[in-house]
């Protein structure tokens, strides 16, 4: 892979006619319906940015973000594998690529340290959830895994496993990582929200030079995603020439039902208004793929579209191939999965958690290098020299 060089990209207005426009037959009106037909913000995104300062501290962070030759900096050091150990990998759903990476790599790392895994599917459900940690807990593991729900959503089974001396760490199950006392998380294991929320702000006022209108979709009956969305919008609001547009909440399981209406009703609303978009999580874009295809927009934008979270292998194509998403920040799901285990190894043998939090990243069709992953290098190496295997 390597590093993506500076890009300048520029929001010239871009016909794509709205499918709500067949339906008028005046040609003025059916004009009026064309993106970049409109005065606004296509047209003044040639000019000077809206936030001079703001715009190069932008393009400063998302040069370094996108690079892909990153030295390992994380542990080196640990205690030696525990034998004989098992741990519950428990899942908010198996639907939701993150959860799936990170379930993956947890699959991965175990092979390696020697211990057996056990993947439960709560099919994100809250009725499903519980159910799947009663189950997890019933089976007397050594650890399991909270994987990308909220904990509090499964209070009595988490106080279960507090009370049964087993050690509980979180993907995405709380807002911070690190360990957690309520609710009793050995440690939580995700990249900062507030870098992957100022990240994706910074990378839209880079790309737009300081001139878009951002639509921020959310899964607001997640704490964490809720946290991540409302991050987003202050981070946007740091520029005077970026306007946020519409806050939409679509829940995960609800996206592919919903995403299409609500995509649709956004282009007929705001038309060329609309430059870029961010979601909390790029499947939103698969889901919204159909709706912009309907209507006749570009895959390569505008809108232009950026994913902030997971990175699953279907984002990484939409993105090389431009359709209908142009970034991604990538959660490391693999590397995540191995810190997970070794995470577990420090559980068991008395040790504090490590405190490592994986620095962000950007991929885009220009340094991506063909890649279906952000799969960082170096942590497995160091990971199997601190385990001896």
Not at 134 to 163: C, E, Y
Request: charged fraction near 15%; proline fraction near 7%.
């Amino acid at each position: 892979m390597h590093r993506n060089g500076d890009r300048r990209a520029t929001i010239a207005g871009r016909p794509g006619r709205l499918a709500a426009c067949a339906l008028l037959a005046a040609a003025a009106v059916l004009a009026g319906c064309e993106r970049g037909s409109e005065s606004g913000l296509e047209e003044s995104t040639g000019g000077p940015s809206g936030c001079p300062a703001v715009h190069a501290r932008a393009q400063a962070a998302v040069s370094r973000a996108e690079e892909t030759e990153v030295a390992w900096n994380g542990p080196t050091t640990g205690p030696a594998a525990e034998p004989g150990k098992t741990i519950v990998f428990v899942a908010q759903t198996m639907t939701n690529p993150g959860v799936a990476g990170a379930a993956n790599g947890v699959r991965e790392a175990v092979r390696v340290i020697g211990w057996n895994v056990r993947v439960i599917d709560g099919g994100g459900t809250p009725a499903g959830i519980q159910a799947a940690m009663s189950q997890a807990v019933a089976v007397r593991p050594s650890g399991i895994v909270i994987g990308g729900f909220d904990p509090n959503s499964t209070s009595q089974q988490v106080s279960r496993a507090a009370a049964a001396g087993i050690p509980l760490i979180g993907w995405h199950a709380v807002a911070a990582p690190g360990p957690s006392r309520r609710p009793p998380l050995f440690t939580n294991v995700t990249t900062r929200v507030e870098d992957v929320a100022r990240i994706s702000a910074q990378w839209i006022i880079a790309h737009s030079g300081g001139r878009a209108g951002v639509v921020v979709i959310t899964d607001a009956s997640i704490p964490f995603a809720r946290n991540k969305s409302d991050l987003i919008s202050k981070a946007l609001a740091t520029c005077s020439g970026v306007k946020q547009l519409a806050y939409e909440n679509i829940p995960i399981p609800d996206a592919s039902s919903r995403t299409p209406q609500v995509i649709t009703s956004l282009l007929f609303r705001y038309r060329s208004r609309w430059t870029h978009s961010v979601a909390i999580n790029d499947l939103y874009f698969a889901d919204a793929a159909p709706a912009f295809r309907a209507a006749g927009e570009k895959g390569s934008g505008p809108p232009f579209n950026i994913g902030a979270g997971d990175g699953d292998p279907s984002a990484f194509q939409r993105i090389d191939d431009r359709q209908y998403q142009a970034a991604t920040v990538p959660e490391p799901l693999s590397q995540q999965g191995w810190q997970i285990v070794d995470e577990f190894n420090r559980a068991f043998a008395g040790r504090p958690a490590s405190g490592y939090v994986a620095p962000v990243h950007i991929a885009t069709a220009g340094n991506s290098d063909g890649a279906t992953t952000w799969d960082p290098a170096g942590y497995r190496e160091a990971y199997r020299k601190i385990w001896g295997k």
